[in-house]
């Protein structure tokens, strides 16, 4: 009986709070952690792309290199990988970055960070999907500082053939990249933390595929826009019914005995 008469009681206090806790949180809806950006030509692999990762295998390809503290750890079925959603498939090779070893990364920071993809596909084979694509960074003694996963499943209908001179660029959004500037861009010393990455292509066959490290190609994504005057008007809406409910509940409530 209560329950009953509390929740009749603030009926029309609790209907508009929701209200406005809906508007409040599709302003500050949070965006992917990896999003695709660009194409760029990568014709003989320049000299500012600094390769992490390589993946081959038929049909299904996955690994991830990482910072143990010490070396640079290649995932393998003996080695398996510590990052969260990926089970090593084929063959995996690299190494992690230090971040003063990418150029112009340490001094334009992490909105400048690229991860490329580099496909190698015989000519007739379809396109590739890259399922994961999960970028971490760690301090020189192995401890995580800050990671940042692909939003969902991006697809290549042509990734090119052999190695291919197509590279598939992917960025951090505002949000993270404004973190991952916080906690490993910081300190003394920053320029000795370390890139790691880890990934699962599907659709592979051929060759070995490829990621790099960039921070010379692309341009950062822009800071969220300002909400629009309508949905500010539809917040403010929002706090004047419930300062409306407030009001006319007190009015209705019988003095006190």
């Known amino acids: 009986m209560f329950m009953t008469t509390t929740a009749t009681k603030y009926k029309g206090v609790i209907l508009p709070v929701t209200f406005l806790l809906l508007v409040f949180g599709s302003l500050n809806r949070a965006y992917g952690d990896l999003l695709y950006q660009t194409t760029v ?12 990762l390589s993946l081959k295998n038929n049909g299904t390809e996955a690994g991830c290199v990482w910072w143990n503290g010490s070396t640079s750890q290649v995932s393998s079925s003996a080695n398996p990988c510590p990052v969260s959603g990926i089970t090593n498939a084929g063959t995996t090779g690299g190494t992690t970055a230090t971040i003063a070893s990418v150029v112009g990364l340490a001094a334009n920071g992490a909105s400048y960070l690229s991860v490329i993809f580099n496909g190698a596909e015989p000519g007739s084979a379809p396109g590739l999907t890259i399922e994961k694509l999960i970028l971490t960074f760690y301090d020189p003694s192995g401890v995580t500082l800050y990671s940042a996963s692909l939003a969902s499943p991006y697809y290549i209908p042509d990734a090119g053939t052999g190695g291919g001179t197509s590279g598939f660029l992917f960025r951090m959004d505002y949000d993270q990249y404004t973190a991952a500037q916080a906690v490993a861009f910081s300190g003394p010393n920053f320029g000795q933390n ?21 921070a010379e190609l692309g341009t950062p994504f822009p800071e969220p826009a300002v909400p629009e005057p309508a949905s500010l008007l539809t917040v403010g809406t929002g706090l004047m019914g419930v300062a409306f409910f407030l009001k006319r509940r007190k009015r209705r409530s019988p003095p006190a005995a």
């Open 194 to 214: 370390r890139i790691g990455l880890a990934a699962e292509v599907s659709g592979t066959a051929g060759a070995a595929e490829n990621f790099y490290l960039s």
């Open 41 to 52: 030509d990568i014709n003989g692999s320049p000299g500012h792309l600094v390769q992490v």
